[in-house]
């Protein structure tokens, strides 16, 4: 990011961007003398040129995001260079791989580790598929698995578990071919609900594991995690936005009418008295004076229920399909603006047999409260990783092998403390001096 007035780039700010189907998002940040960051800059703007997060019209993505990044630069003072970009579209997907090289029995040092790290990175997809994240799980020597820490150790062979996320080539491509018409370079991509989880999970939810589903306009990404370190990605591509058009579609009134009468009446579960709650639904091609139609409440639910058990039914299927339905990982946290639905989480409970919390992002200083829902959870985990980042020297992910309390970057908020309280920021820098002092 530049100041204005000289144009200069200021390294104590980084911006991101959060692209879906229904809103794009950008917020501004800067890391303040203590540590943590304060949002200094947010804009957003309703979506164009998108569908299921993917890019179908570079022209009205190119200019939705023109808008909301230069919101975030006149209420910053300051103009973007680079961003980091959330990303759900291009069937993300996971695999978990494993590397290791000789140590002939003798104690292993910085160097081997490096050279390890090394060849774990130099790990390519296929062609028709782009990196977006190399994620270590933990090291071995020898037979001995999930070593945070080899230094010191002797062993025949250090090796290194990785989970390497990807995404098909053609939406990645298409998503920097239109932030790139903006004049914004990309800093980095990071899956969606890897995001929303940073800005959601606490410290034990990662540890002991549990999946993050983020329900946004286009559509519904899922993250899995055990022993601290992201296992799993994928999404399924329906979100709240169809829920807008079923009822556009069933009370045949106008979309713009649908969203209005979804976000205020809205509901996934039926409730006593909704049989007498009338509804003023306005009609599709009716003069705006006209009377609208009366409908019942329970017709507006009747409606969305099936689309949500529609959606969690391809969100077991997913994890089914993985092996993860029957994992560890028995507790789920809904975030993204779908999950504010009523009765949403009641049903996700129900049809994936687990227990069920609505996850709100950390509050970030600065942030005005219109900005803090789980609309923007992806947004608030992408200034998480970026400020993490930043302060590691770059080394973000490799952050993961440090211990729970330490994996991720804590922030002072303007709630009351979580019960897993923030970590000092010297325990990351510290985290990130090491690596950046012996690699």
Same mark, same amino acid.
């Given at each position: *990011?530049?100041?204005? #007035?000289?144009? #200069? @780039?200021? +390294?104590? *700010?980084?911006?991101?961007?959060?692209?879906?189907?229904?809103?794009? %998002?950008? /917020?501004?940040?800067?890391?303040?003398?203590?540590?943590? =960051?304060?949002?200094?800059?947010?804009?957003?703007? @309703?979506? #164009?040129?998108? +569908?299921? $997060?993917?890019?179908?019209?570079?022209? $009205?993505? +190119? !200019? !939705?995001?023109?808008?909301?990044?230069?919101?975030?630069?006149? *209420? !910053?003072g300051g103009m973007v260079k680079k961003v980091f970009v959330g990303i759900g579209c291009g069937r993300p997907a996971t695999e978990q791989v494993?590397?290791?090289?000789?140590?002939?029995?003798?104690?292993?040092? =910085?160097?081997?580790?490096?050279k390890v790290l090394d060849l774990g990175k130099d790990r390519r997809p296929p062609a028709d598929r782009e990196l977006l994240h190399t994620l270590p799980m933990g090291f071995r020597v020898d037979d001995q698995r999930g070593i945070r820490d080899p230094r010191g150790l002797y062993g025949?062979?250090?090796?290194?578990?990785?989970?390497i996320v990807t995404a098909e080539a053609g939406p990645v491509r298409s998503l920097s071919t239109c932030i790139a018409g903006g004049h914004l370079d990309v800093e980095a991509f990071v899956v969606t609900p890897y995001a929303s989880a940073l800005a959601c999970l606490v410290d034990d939810e990662m540890t002991l594991g549990t999946i993050v589903i983020d329900m946004g306009g286009g559509t519904?990404?899922?993250?899995? /995690?055990?022993?601290?370190a992201?296992? /799993?990605?994928?999404?399924? =591509?329906?979100?709240?936005?169809? !829920?807008?058009?079923?009822?556009?579609?069933?009370?045949?009134t106008p979309i713009a009418a649908a969203e209005r009468i979804k976000i205020q009446y809205g509901g996934a579960v039926a409730q006593p008295g909704d049989d007498r709650a009338v509804l003023d639904v306005p009609q599709i091609g009716a003069p705006e004076e006209g009377p609208p139609n009366h409908m019942p409440k329970s017709?507006?639910?009747g409606i969305i229920k099936p689309r949500i058990e529609e959606t969690f039914e391809l969100v +077991? %299927? #997913?994890?089914?399909?993985?092996g993860l339905a029957k994992s560890a990982a028995r507790r789920v946290v809904l975030t993204g603006g779908a999950s504010q639905l009523a009765g949403a989480d009641q049903i996700a409970g129900s049809v994936l047999d687990r227990q069920v919390r609505l996850g709100r992002p950390r509050r970030l200083r600065g942030l005005a409260e219109s900005a803090t829902g789980p609309a923007f959870a992806v947004a608030t985990g992408l200034v998480l990783y970026a400020i993490e980042r930043h302060d590691s020297g770059g080394l973000a992910e490799l952050a993961a092998l440090a211990p729970p309390k330490t994996a991720r970057l804590r922030f002072k908020t303007e709630r009351k403390p979580q019960p897993e309280g923030p970590a000092r920021p010297g325990m990351i820098r510290r985290l990130g001096t090491w690596f950046h002092d012996h690699f």
């Open positions: *990011m530049s100041d204005k #007035k000289n144009g #200069k @780039p200021r +390294r104590d *700010m980084v911006a991101v961007l959060d692209l879906g189907t229904s809103k794009t %998002a950008c /917020f501004l940040a800067k890391l303040e003398d203590d540590g943590w =960051p304060t949002v200094i800059g947010v804009g957003h703007q @309703p979506s #164009k040129g998108l +569908r299921s $997060g993917a890019v179908v019209d570079i022209e $009205g993505a +190119r !200019a !939705a995001v023109a808008a909301a990044v230069h919101a975030a630069e006149r *209420m !910053a494993s590397v290791s090289i000789d140590t002939g029995g003798r104690e292993i040092g =910085p160097a081997d580790i490096r025949k062979t250090l090796g290194l578990d990785l989970n519904t990404d899922i993250a899995a /995690f055990q022993n601290g992201l296992v /799993f990605a994928d999404s399924v =591509p329906i979100g709240g936005s169809h !829920a807008t058009q079923d009822i556009a579609h069933g009370l045949s017709l507006l639910v +077991r %299927a #997913k994890l089914e399909k993985s």
